[in-house]
């Protein structure tokens, strides 16, 4: 059984950092997609990052180009979202969502098993 268990989130002024971590149980990776998602108030969920756990370079939103970072830690099973230069509108609940198939477009939503999520708030 897949468990997702998202946490880093918090409050944080505009310019600030966070870093989120995504522990997966019964998720092999090394041949597993791993994604980050969000939904702000709102708004309707959208994707941020992707990594495939077995290799090959990350996918971004171009809402967070060069300022998020995906990585991963198989050893742990844990997935990372570095966030850096936050903005209000990256306030949102964050998810992590795993999948069996590969990782390409960050914005595609179909995946099998998502996290609770984690709050990200940035006040300006």
């Known amino acids: 059984q897949v468990q997702l268990v998202e946490s880093g989130g918090g409050s944080v002024q505009a310019g600030g950092s966070l870093r989120l971590s995504c522990l997966a149980s019964?998720?092999?990776?090394?041949?597993?997609?791993m994604g980050w998602f969000r939904q702000g108030p709102g708004k309707q969920r959208e994707g941020v990052a992707n990594?495939?756990?077995?290799?090959?370079?990350?996918n971004y939103a171009d809402s967070v180009k060069g300022r998020f970072t995906i990585s991963q830690d198989n050893r742990k099973n844990t997935v990372y979202l570095q966030m850096n230069q936050l903005q209000p509108d990256d306030t949102a609940m964050y998810y992590c969502?795993?999948?069996?198939?590969?990782?390409?477009?960050?914005?595609?939503?179909?995946?099998?098993?998502w996290g609770q999520g984690t709050q990200v708030t940035v006040s300006s």
């Open positions: 990594i495939y756990t077995g290799g090959g370079s990350p």
């Open positions: 969502a795993t999948r069996k198939i590969g990782c390409r477009d960050p914005s595609d939503l179909r995946y099998d098993d």
């Open positions: 019964g998720v092999t990776f090394g041949s597993a997609c």
